[in-house]
């Protein structure tokens, strides 16, 4: 089955302590994305990537990592989490860049707590 | 630059009364524009996309939407609605390659 996924669905963590999510691809998908979800503000792009080893910044990229080492994976990396980081995050891909007719597949999501 | 501006955070429908979801954007280039539907719990699912051709698109569920270049607006519809199409809504624009913006969502209620 094509799909996006995402580990893990929760994580609760403590401030500081770094961590990751990873996202994986079985669609060998070009282009591959970060977004967090916030009440009131809709989907912001934190990272995206056009290809293998090559990421650029979204719209609200401080505080995040990202890597492109291969293909299919796309982790997303806190090195030092704050509170304001909680949030609901969504990994996506699609065949080439978001303005050719495929659609974004998206994720399950990882509801990520702060404290 | 693109954005996009959904007009109401929330919209209230009966059962089987119209359903009007307004999407208006902004782009310097012609846009691709979608609507992504989120139940919850659950990641986006595409509704249905305009790239070029056509401006009247229709997506899966009996939705559809209308690409209107001189409104810059691309409203979701839906002649009849249905319990199980309590969601949210989401209209993005992509005026280039690399990025995909979002509005901030419109939570669809229906009522019985």
Request: proline share 5%.
């Given at each position: 089955?094509?799909?996006?996924?995402?580990?893990?669905?929760?994580?609760?963590?403590?401030?500081?302590?770094?961590?990751?999510?990873?996202?994986?691809?079985?669609?060998?998908?070009?282009y591959?994305?970060?977004?967090?979800?916030?009440?009131?503000?809709?989907?912001?792009?934190?990272?995206?990537?056009?290809?293998?080893?090559?990421?650029?910044?979204?719209?609200?990229?401080?505080?995040?990592?990202?890597?492109?080492?291969?293909?299919?994976?796309?982790?997303?990396?806190?090195?030092?989490?704050?509170?304001?980081?909680?949030?609901?995050?969504?990994?996506?891909?699609?065949?080439?860049?978001?303005?050719?007719?495929?659609?974004?597949?998206?994720?399950?999501?990882?509801?990520?707590?702060?404290? | 630059?693109?954005?996009?501006t959904?007009?109401?955070?929330?919209?209230?429908?009966?059962e089987?009364?119209?359903?009007?979801?307004?999407?208006?954007?902004?782009?310097?280039?012609?846009?691709?524009?979608f609507?992504?539907?989120?139940?919850?719990?659950?990641?986006?699912?595409?509704?249905?996309?305009?790239?070029?051709?056509?401006?009247?698109?229709?997506?899966i569920?009996?939705?559809?939407?209308?690409?209107?270049?001189?409104?810059?607006?691309?409203?979701?519809?839906?002649?009849?609605?249905?319990?199980?199409?309590?969601?949210?809504?989401?209209?993005?624009?992509?005026?280039?390659?690399?990025?995909?913006?979002?509005?901030?969502?419109?939570?669809?209620?229906?009522?019985?």
């Open positions: 089955e094509a799909q996006v996924t995402q580990n893990p669905r929760y994580l609760i963590t403590v401030t500081g302590k770094k961590l990751t999510v990873t996202c994986s691809q079985n669609m060998n998908h070009e591959m994305s970060w977004y967090r979800q916030d009440p009131g503000l809709g989907l912001r792009q934190i990272y995206y990537s056009m290809n293998v080893e090559v990421t650029d910044k979204g719209d609200v990229p401080e505080g995040y990592k990202v890597s492109r080492k291969e293909k299919r994976n796309f982790p997303l990396i806190l090195e030092s989490p704050s509170p304001n980081q909680t949030s609901l995050y969504f990994c996506a891909s699609t065949q080439g860049g978001t303005g050719l007719n495929s659609p974004l597949h998206f994720g399950n999501g990882t509801r990520l707590t702060v404290t | 630059a693109q954005s996009v959904q007009l109401g955070s929330h919209v209230s429908v009966s089987g009364a119209l359903v009007l979801l307004r999407c208006n954007y902004s782009s310097s280039v012609p846009p691709y524009l609507w992504y539907v989120q139940y919850p719990n659950q990641g986006l699912q595409l509704l249905l996309k305009y790239t070029t051709g056509a401006t009247l698109v229709k997506g569920n009996g939705f559809e939407a209308e690409f209107k270049k001189s409104e810059t607006s691309f409203h979701l519809t839906k002649p009849s609605a249905h319990m199980s199409d309590a969601a949210e809504y989401f209209c993005a624009v992509s005026a280039g390659y690399s990025t995909l913006t979002f509005g901030k969502g419109t939570m669809l209620l229906v009522s019985p």
